[in-house]
């Protein structure tokens, strides 16, 4: 892969999993500290409900992996590779005698 390929890939990566996480990170903050949402069931307003609190901080568990898949491609795809070695070393030096 050559690296302008590497840097989109990396940029698209972070801005899908950067909004996502952006919004997994906002909503589980405000449903982990009982913030109460409209409710409706059938388009019937039910009035406000507080969401349990698992799924809150379970919302912020996801922005965080959200936040470090970006991170992962960048450094797989934009490190430097280690530059391979000959698997024969000593290419030119001549033959040695058949006994």
């Not at 590497?6 to 698209?12: D, S």
């Not at 999993?17 to 388009?43: K, Q, R």
């Not at 450094?75 to 290419?91: D, G, M, Q, W, Y």
């Amino acid at each position: 892969m050559n690296r302008t390929t590497a840097i989109v890939v990396t940029v698209i990566t972070a801005l899908c999993c950067g909004c996502l996480a952006i919004m997994s990170c906002i909503f589980g903050g405000m449903i982990a500290s009982g913030t109460p949402f409209n409710t409706s069931v059938n388009g019937v307003d039910t009035g406000q409900q507080a969401l349990p609190m698992p799924l809150g901080i379970g919302l912020i568990c996801l922005s965080i992996i959200f936040i470090i898949i970006p991170i992962a491609v960048g450094f797989f795809t934009l490190r430097k590779k280690p530059a391979s070695e000959p698997v024969v070393s000593n290419i030119n030096e001549p033959l040695p005698p058949a006994s």
